[in-house]
């Protein structure tokens, strides 16, 4: 019904910047809020940043200040840029997308398939 499709991740040297991207296409009626989580090896899936719609984005205390979301409801999509990456960065990164199809009644989230981010030191 729904997809997501991330691109721009990659390698990058410590204090290096990546700007990612993510675009949903399907059957959209409306899009509540997008957003980006990482996972790290061993380690939980985190919420990084989250833009709803018509609210405050909101970020993670460990990029605030390095990390912007934006997005571009024009063509349902959600960036990521990351600025001055440390090594603790890395991780799989994905977005996710809360969204009322045109075929349901209740809003849901859907996932990217996740773009790999690693932070050379």
């Known amino acids: 019904q729904v997809q997501l499709v991330e691109s721009g991740g990659g390698l990058v040297q410590a204090g290096g910047s990546l700007r990612l991207s993510c675009a949903a296409s399907g059957s959209i009626r409306r899009i509540n809020a997008m957003g980006w989580y990482r996972q790290a090896p061993g380690k939980q899936r985190e919420l990084v940043a989250v833009?709803?719609?018509?609210?405050?984005?909101n970020y993670a205390d460990s990029v605030k200040g390095r990390f912007t979301i934006s997005r571009d409801n024009t063509k349902n999509t959600v960036y990521l840029q990351l600025n001055s990456l440390k090594p603790e960065d890395t991780a799989v990164y994905y977005c996710y997308a809360l969204v009322l199809t045109t075929i349901e009644s209740v809003p849901r989230n859907y996932w990217g398939q996740g773009t790999q981010v690693t932070v050379s030191s």
């Open positions: 833009a709803p719609s018509g609210g405050s984005t």
